[in-house]
């Protein structure tokens, strides 16, 4: 029972466009929800997160955006760079204590010069 | 300073075998986790460890076992080894309410079985 989906394993995108990454939750107890990059041979390191209660979170050139109607969010990179060729996990936990992270199974996103 | 540190990073041993992976914390983070990632590369939380306290116990099976020493160690034992265990093991660490933020992982241990 996967409670975080990411439905596109890899997504190509033009260096300079913008990358759209999306992600579908089905627990309701998701409280928190947190964007990670990983590069091959490394840990993931921690991007981007949102709270339930926001509907939009900005850093830099990464903004998610929170449809908690829909159990939809999305992780926007404007513009991209050949540096965010990476997987990209969604994650959501419900954040209350030791509760740890559920992830989706990532989506490989390359950037095209 | 790596904040997550995890040896080995990779570790290739026999069936049947006995192995441990180390982890070590220098964020004084009071929970600490063990996941794995198969070959479908799908992240999977195995444990949790919060005061030394099992948190969190996945359907996991009983040859794995976490043993932690203190606050800033968890180390992951396991016995009779299988070809079906044969993954990347990541050690992560948060503070106890970690909410959206604070979740930091070490760099993964691969190990083979063969």
């Known amino acids: 029972d996967q409670q975080v989906k990411q439905n596109s394993p890899s997504l190509s995108v033009q260096e300079g466009r913008i990358s759209i990454l999306n992600c579908d939750y089905t627990n309701s107890m998701f409280d928190y929800f947190l964007w990670y990059k990983k590069y091959p041979a490394e840990g993931p390191t921690f991007l981007i997160s949102?709270?339930?209660?926001?509907d939009k979170n900005e850093d830099g050139r990464f903004t998610v955006f929170l449809n908690k109607s829909a159990k939809h969010l999305s992780l926007h990179i404007v513009p991209s760079q050949p540096g965010d060729s990476a997987v990209y996990f969604c994650a959501a936990t419900p954040g209350g204590g030791a509760d740890g992270l559920t992830f989706g199974k990532g989506t490989h996103l390359i950037i095209q010069p | 300073d790596t904040a997550v540190s995890q040896t080995p990073k990779y570790l290739v041993t026999q069936m049947g075998n006995d192995k441990s992976i180390k982890c070590e914390q220098n964020l004084g983070h009071d929970t600490m986790y063990w996941y794995k990632q198969d070959s479908k590369k799908f992240l999977k939380i195995m444990f949790s460890y919060n005061n030394k306290e099992l948190i969190i116990n996945e359907t996991v099976p009983n040859r794995f076992s976490p043993k932690s020493p203190d606050k800033a160690h968890l180390n992951l034992h396991i016995n009779s080894l299988e070809l079906g265990d044969s993954a990347v093991y990541f050690c992560?660490?948060?503070?106890?309410?970690?909410?959206?933020?604070?979740?930091?992982f070490g760099s993964g241990t691969r190990l083979t079985v063969v």
């Open positions: 992560a660490s948060s503070p106890a309410r970690a909410g959206g933020y604070g979740y930091t």
């Open positions: 949102i709270s339930s209660i926001k």
